[in-house]
Each structure stands twice: as C-alpha cells, then as structure tokens.
C-alpha cells in the first residue's frame, strides 16, 4: 500500500503444498498486516505453473488492485512466468526477493538470496572442519532489501511515492542504478522547495525525556536542516519536555494546542497519544510509535484518517526477532527473561508483543519468564525476579520509559550477568550487550520530511504511516567478554555494528 496508496484489495498468491507447518501462521500474518493497512485480503491458491492462469483470472474477476507473493521454491523458479502474468493483468506486485525484480517485476522486500547461498559456504567449511550440524544454529537473516523497478513502474501507469524511493536499497531504471546514499537524489527537488518558503513555520515539539536522549531531537532538527528550514529564519520550533514524568504530557500537549503551532511533533506513543486527546485538529507527527493501528492513533496504516501520521517501529513483529538473535548469541540459554511496562502501549498492543514472544520462545526452544515493571522504582525487585528464577538471558521490550531509563537498566544486566538484547542500539551505546530494530535517530530524521509535506499544505490523512524496511543488528564484544560470552562468528559476521 505505500507504493499503490490508493489500493483496496491486495491479492495473496500462495503455495499450499509448501509448508505444511508454517502456512498456517503465513496467511496469518498476511491477514493481519492487511487488517494493520485497512485492505482487504484475497489468498488465492496455485499449487504448480499449471495453476497460474486461473489464478490470474480469480484475482482479475475479484477486482484485486495489487498482488503480493509468499516465497514458494516454485514460485521462485517460474518468477518469469509470474512476472509476465502480473505485467498482462496490470497488476503492481511485491516478491519475497530482488531476484523477480531481476525478471523485470515492480519491486521486492525480502533477504538477498545470494547473500544467503554465499554464507552456507560457511556452513560446509565448519563441517568439513569437524564440527557437527547439530552444534551448528541455524542462521536467520538481519538484513532485509528493498528493490524498485521504475520501468516495470512506468509500464504500470504508477508513479511511486518519493518517500518510499527514498528509503529502497536499489532503484532500478532504464539508464542506471541508483543505490544507497544516492537514491536520495530523487528527493532533492523538495528540499529546494523547503529554501523556498517565505513563511516562518511554527512547530511544537512534545518529548518525553529530551536530555535522556538529546541525539533523537538533534536528528530530527537535522532532517529539518536537510530540507531547508534554518530555526529563527523560517521555522520555530517551541519545545514541551516532560523531563520523564509522562503524566505531564496531556498538559505539555495542550500547551501547544494554546500556542496556536502549524503542526505537533511527538516522538513515540504516549507523547502521539497525549497530542490526539488535546487536539482534533492540529496535524500530528508521531517520529518513533508502536503499532500506531493498535494503540489507537490512527484507522490504518494506509489511509491514517484524522489528523495524526508518521512512522512506525513495527513493534509486534520485533520482539519474536530480538529473542532470535540472543538466542544465536547465548546457544545453551534455556530460560530467558522478559522485561516489560504494563500500561506502556494499548491493551491490545502489549497483547500482540507477549504472543509474539512467546511464539518465538516455543520456535526456540525456551521458557519465558515475564517480569513487569512499570517504573524505574520496580527495576530492582524485577531483577531479583529473574535472578531467583534462574533466567541465563533478558530480552527487554520497548517502552518511553525504558529508553530514557536504559543506562540503569544495562548497569543491572551487567551487574546480575544477564546478556541481555534490546530494541534500539541505544543500549548498547549505553553498554549493552546486543540490539535489534530500527535506527531510531532515523525514523526522527525522516519524521522531518512529514513535517514538510504538512507545512506544504498535504493533510495527515493523506499521508500513508511508514514502516521501517531496516532493522540493525549491534553487538557489544567489550560487554560480552566482561560476561565471559563468545559471540558465535556467524552472528558477528551478519552484525551491521560490531562495537570493540
């Protein structure tokens, strides 16, 4: 939906002869993400090439406006044949890897299968070497790309927002590539357009904790910078801290209400929360929000409705990830800790991260002991829990407070010897052993370029949420030999930051 914005109904082509095992959670998930973007799902069936044209026909007599492709091996071997089917019937279509791209499909999200083949080399090396295949984790991907053909584009009739050409890993047109930092190019034109304004904008800035963490607001100020707005010649921005009492927020945010500001900026949920209860109105930014669909802040991700937009850590479907990768870090751990805040996000939303883990931990073989801790205060007792409890490994799910709280929170890691893994590398700046997600200073950058298009005139409703298509993978080996941790050199090499 973020590349088709007006798309309704989204065909799901599966395989059913696939995996038995895991189709089910497949459709699953495919069900609610459509839920998640407010589209309707259509699972259409194709169990060999034989299957295809009928299938085709099903999604065309039911209307469907965009198709999506779950990974088949067969799918993968006839990508041609799909490719030049989606093209017949107009349809604009993702796959689960660059190689349909290749084939001339729209676009992909999905690991580099490549990549992946070139690592199990590594694999045949240890065995070759003695090591046996049960001793050996199985390795999951990190790092996940996203491919756009501008041809197959074009051929369609569709143009494809700026926001998401901004965030691919590979643009594919006729004349060139345009890959990472230079993909930005194509956004150029707007922050000559930002130098353009004669008007001084007024933006309200509502943070939790801005000292706990200055490097978040720094980097939205320089997302403001990068698209032309100077502070005290065309823009102003007028800061409400709730200096980490976040039940002064609804106060702080009817304060910029009353200042009559262009639009409010909000880092994550309670601050995006506090923002909508004060106003109706005023369009809001939301820089860092988990499951915004869930916690009420907007309808759906596709079409947000109200006055409210922004980004997303996508935070339901991080947890199970996070628990992977410090699985792969500490192999022998057979119980595992989970830190969470109570009352931190929506109820349905703390619902969907306690389910995600716990279907994680069953995958991975471990028990979960969850330990709550709904302000820094219960951070000693929730310690004691998990040391009682022989816990060997702590993951902690993401919160305001945990962020702001994260030195305390790693110094008791350390101090109990729990490896511990978290949502942001944040903690592991702070000293953390390991980290999982989204770059945070950028989804506070970008939150910048939805400021822009407000102030440009273009209302939140019509601004699509955007999710983050990059997560990072941090190690800390200073923290991992001060708990006597070897990190397997599998995990280290799929690092995006190894700290020393």
Known sequence: PQAVPGVS?????WNPGDSPNTEKDTLKRAEAAGRALGVRVQFVEARGPADFDRAFSDMTRAR????????????????????DLAAKNRLPAVYASRDYVDAGGLMAYGPNFADMFRRAATYVDKILKGAKPADLPVEQPTKFELVINLKAAKALGLTIPQSVLGRADEVIDRRRFLTGTGAVLLVAPVAAEAQQAAKVARIGYLAGNVSASPHLNEAFRQGLRDLGYVEGRNVVIEYRDAEGKLERLPALAAELVALKVDVIVAGGTPQALAAKQATRTLPIVFAAAA???????????????????GLSQQTSE??????????????GVTRVAVLWQPGAFGERTEKDMLKGVEVAARALGVRLQFVEARGPADFDRAFSDMTRARAGALTVLTSTMFVNERRRL????????????????????????MSYGPNLPDLFRRAATYVDRILKGTKPADLPVEQPT???LVINLK??????????PSLLGRADHVVE
Not at 65 to 76: D, Q
Not at 480 to 486: E, F, Q, S, V
């Open 9 to 13: 109904r989204v065909a799901v082509l």
């Open 64 to 83: 469907a406006g965009a198709l999506t492709v779950l990974p088949s091996p067969m799918f993968f071997n006839e990508r041609r044949h799909l490719v």
């Open 291 to 309: 499951d915004p669909v869930a916690s009420g802040l907007v309808t759906s991700l596709a079409r947000p409705g109200g006055n409210v937009t």
């Open 318 to 331: 991080l947890v199970g990830k996070c628990l992977e990768q410090l699985k792969q870090a500490v192999p």
């Open 410 to 433: 790693v110094d008791l890691a350390a101090k109990n010897r729990l490896p511990a893994v978290y949502p942001w590398r944040e903690g592991v700046d702070a000293g953390g052993l």
């Open 470 to 472: 990059k997560f990072e």
């Open 479 to 488: 923290a991992a030999k001060a708990l006597g941790l070897t990190i397997p």
